[in-house]
């Protein structure tokens, strides 16, 4: 004759309170899971980062501006939460890469573009974009950064990259400048092999 044991409803029990948190890990300092999930009972909230995000609409027109193909790879220096990087492989199908220097927002990212529907397309490394070794390999750039970055990055790119920025231009190279959705300055630069191309 065999026993039941009593160990069957504790076991349903733990299944149905891991389920309710449904994170990804049980500790309760995890930013990931605190992001997603909130903080687990009897621990304080860790607050957000500060993301100075582009707006999703103006994301569109920039991408729009750069006129990728699926043979393009796109980069994203301070990518953010990486909404442009989503946006450009949505566009176009192309590759992209994001630059992030705070890791709790590359974190972000890394996590926006996992649940995305382009994640085999799209990778996000947490580094300095002034340190960032390899940018050549870009056809495209996006760029929301201060004027000194942009000053600092642009000699480093291959002379054929193209650029688009929002809000600040792109110091020695000549651009076309269009608006954004909310009046915003875009500035575009198409270069090609022969030289700059027309707009």
Do not use: W
Not at 1 to 9: Q, T, W
Request: with cysteine; glycine share 6%.
């Amino acid at each position: 004759m065999v026993r039941r044991s009593g160990g069957l409803p504790v076991l349903i029990l733990l299944l149905m309170v891991s389920v309710a948190e449904a994170r990804y890990c049980n500790n309760p300092n995890c930013r990931m899971c605190n992001r997603l999930f909130g903080p687990m009972a009897g621990f304080a909230p860790i607050p957000e980062p500060e993301i100075d995000s582009t707006p999703h609409e103006v994301v569109a027109v920039m991408i729009a501006a750069l006129k990728l193909t699926k043979d393009d790879l796109m980069y994203d220096l301070g990518c953010g939460d990486g909404r442009a990087l989503i946006e450009a492989v949505r566009q176009s199908g192309c590759r992209a890469s994001g630059v992030e220097m705070r890791p709790r927002v590359a974190a972000i990212a890394k996590d926006n573009v996992r649940r995305s529907d382009f994640a085999d397309r799209i990778v996000v490394t947490n580094a300095d974009a002034r340190r960032y070794n390899d940018l050549t390999a870009a056809t495209a750039i996006f760029i929301y950064l201060n004027p000194p970055l942009i000053r600092d990055i642009l000699p480093r790119l291959n002379p054929t990259t193209r650029c688009v920025s929002y809000m600040h231009p792109l110091p020695g190279v000549p651009c076309k400048i269009i608006k954004a959705p909310n009046g915003a300055p875009i500035y575009v630069s198409i270069q090609s092999s022969k030289g700059f191309g027309d707009f």
